[in-house]
């Protein structure tokens, strides 16, 4: 062999570690009815960016139902007519329209884990980039924050597989 030869490295993959189970999370502000109403008209949509105050829906009465905090609507359940009281929510917001991952890890998984690295996350229909956020401890879930525009379409509680890739 030449003594010249140049050696030429090949591209690695980073190794990976896989969730044992996740889920998408985030914090979601019910909506609830006055004691007693008839819906009049639907002002807001599904999926619709709302801020604190804007309004919703106005009952029979004058009653307004205004959003009590920014963020994505993500449950409207309501028809025009409808009769509506206290037993179940009218709507649902997804406070500040945030989105995070929480998945479970095994113990030499977890022990592998670094704040920082970078991980993929799927669920049924998207492949989303994510970021170890935060750890507690190996009985814990991790935080994973999700990186780029990905809000539309995820909502809290769905199930997703997650893999990190290790440093």
Do not use: C
């Not at 189970?21 to 002002?43: L, N, S």
């Amino acid at each position: 062999m030449n003594a010249h030869a140049v050696v030429r490295l090949l591209p690695t993959r980073p190794e990976r570690v896989g969730a044992l189970e996740a889920w998408i999370d985030g914090q979601i502000v019910e909506v609830m009815a006055p004691p007693r109403g008839v819906v009049e008209r639907v002002v807001a949509a599904k999926d619709q960016l709302v801020e604190r105050g804007d309004l919703l829906l106005q009952l029979d009465r004058r009653v307004e139902v205004r959003a009590p905090a920014a963020g994505r609507l993500i449950g409207l359940d309501v028809l025009p007519g409808q009769l509506v009281d206290r037993s179940r929510p009218l709507a649902s917001i997804l406070y500040s329209n945030d989105l995070w991952v929480l998945a479970r890890f095994g113990p030499e998984q977890f022990a592998r884990l670094r704040l920082g690295q970078h991980a993929r996350v799927h669920t049924d229909a998207h492949v989303l980039a994510g970021r170890v956020g935060g750890m507690i401890g190996p009985r814990d879930p991790v935080l994973l924050d999700l990186v780029g525009r990905h809000r539309t379409a995820l909502r809290p509680g769905m199930n997703a597989s997650v893999t990190v890739e290790l440093d």
